[in-house]
Structure formats: C-alpha cells, structure tokens
C-alpha cells in the first residue's frame, strides 16, 4: 500500500511526498526506483518494508510533475512490487 501527494503553493514553491509499506520481503537498504509513466524519477532505500520521501522545491530539489491519470510504480531490479494511478483526493 502507498501514497503519493503533490502539491503547488500559491507562492510557487512544489512539494512531493511518497510513502508506502507492506514490502516486508524486501531487504532492508535495498533501492526501489519510483517510476511515472514508465519515466524513473527517483529511487528510494527500503527499511523494514517501508519507504518514504519528501521532496520542497524550497530546499532546491527537484520536484517532478505528476498529473491525474498517471500510472505511478515502485520497481526493485525492473519487478513493479506497486502501481496505483494518480488521482485526486
């Protein structure tokens, strides 16, 4: 299970957040590749089955586009483990 938030601020600034559980049969420190649209964005190190991620454009990162009807993926060595389709709340 897992959750992808982004939002734009009305000054500008963006935010990402990732979170998702239940990958208890991953190792820990492991690197799982969030991939949008079959386009890999950022990878992720995995400890005790969860991982997470928030990205500001405030602290200078990169923050990637995700629009709704997205598919949204977690991949460890090419093998989707997730993938949910972006939506609104």
């Known amino acids: 299970m897992g959750e992808l938030e982004r939002k ?3 000054d500008g600034s963006e935010r ?3 979170s998702f559980g239940g990958l208890k049969s991953i190792p820990s420190l492991a690197r799982v590749s969030v991939v949008i649209d079959d386009t890999e964005t950022c990878e992720l190190p995995v400890e005790k089955g969860r991982a997470r991620l928030d990205l500001r454009s ?3 990162a ?3 586009t995700v629009a709704v009807g997205q598919v ?16 609104p709340d």
Do not use: C, H, M, N
Request: aromatic share 8%.
């Open 8 to 10: 734009t601020y009305a």
């Open 16 to 18: 990402l957040k990732i």
């Open 58 to 60: 405030e602290e200078r």
């Open 62 to 64: 990169s923050v990637p």
């Open 72 to 87: 949204v993926e977690i991949r460890l060595d090419g093998q989707v483990l997730l993938r949910g389709t972006f939506r």
